[in-house]
């Protein structure tokens, strides 16, 4: 087929669909359309290759369309289409499961399957007041979150999460049992940080605040997200992570970690707890588990969790929650196929070594460049920060950048005011030089 006869202009009414997390006028009055991808690479509408420099949205880590998690998606098609989960079991579930659970950090070792990151979030708050209840603490209700974190969109998550923007309108619906903890931007010395900042550790010592307005035995759990992707890409201050750990160890507080991005080998470990050598209490998981290419997510638990529920109580269900889709039978074999692309390819470690070394380099060359305010990177996933337009709104001048640099066959994506990368982790160095090259080319265009 021409790809022509797919443009927008010729053969869609783009009227009916409703786009989430888009400015829908702008979109129409200039589609960015595609087709096809291959890897590395989007194929457009008009027939134009795009270098994929956001894995999409920090999901597509194996690459597009690998042929391994292709074909396990078409054989499973015509082999068992769907089954629920609730009391009816499939093969793929218990072996996608069993294979999460041995790259996950030592002693979690049971999956609880959704269909996203959101649903994943409101699955692990469940389970955190669930297992107090169990053990005679019914009044740990509250959560702490932390400004600037997102945790997908369902109203439970957008109470944990900091992002202003997503708040807003629905202010009258949060959670109301929900604090958070100062971000750990902008502060003093860090600017310019390769890797890990040095400053802002001391930062984890308002959870000991927010525990003492409300006494700890009130307090479920603190949810945090190692790196702040979609906050703006902020990395956790050496130390920060370590010492929220110990608080909430000290007061009884459950620790989970949102690893819907960080996850899957893009700080060049399966998983950031292990990076950081923190242990949580609860892992969130999805995005890289399929690459992408099919929905799905979960909650990895800790086995003291898990047993709470399954041998303290009688016989019946244990746990009052689940949706239609978990453990898609479509979604598990996509996710098995993904884990063996990772595992034939090494892309779980690709994060670290010279690759993650040439994006720390190609991230921290756009020093300098006009109105690049700040460069910061972990593994394969960092962002530069722009000082906004004078009279302009915000994030309108990373918008333009991100306009100019998809004109120019990159896609990357505008954060507030910054500028995220987060590429496939089949990446080359190639790659990595086309998309920064790019980049600093459209920067100097900038007014």
Known sequence: MDPRDLSPTRALNLEHYWMPFTDNRRFKAKPKMVVAAKDMYYTTAEGKQVLDGLATLWCVNAGHTRPRIVEAIRKQAGELDFA???SLGHPLAFRLAERIAALAPKGMGHVFFTNSGSEAIDTALKIAIGYHRLRGEGTRTRFVGRERSYHGVNLAGISLGGVGANRKAYSGALLLGVDHLRHTHGI???????GEPPNGADLADELSRIIALHDASNIAALVIDPVSASGGVLMPPKGYLARLRDICTHHGILLVFDEVITGW???GTPFAAQLFGIEPDLITFAKGVTSGAV???????????????????APGIEFFHGYTYSGHPLACAAGLATLDTY??????TRGSGDLAAHFEKGIHGLKGLPNV??????????AIELAPGEGAAAGARAFELFEKCWDKGVFVRPVGDSLAFCPPLIAEKKHLDQMFGVVAEVLKTLP
């Open 265 to 267: 080998g893009r700080l």
């Open 295 to 313: 929905p799905l997510g979960g909650v990895i638990v800790k086995d003291s969790i898990y047993d709470a529920f399954t041998k303290t109580q």
């Open 84 to 86: 629920a989960s609730f």
């Open 188 to 194: 003093a010395g860090n600017l310019f940080a390769k």
């Open 373 to 382: 305010i700040d460069c910061r990177n972990l593994g394969l996933i960092g």
């Open 343 to 348: 595992e034939e390819e090494k892309l779980l």
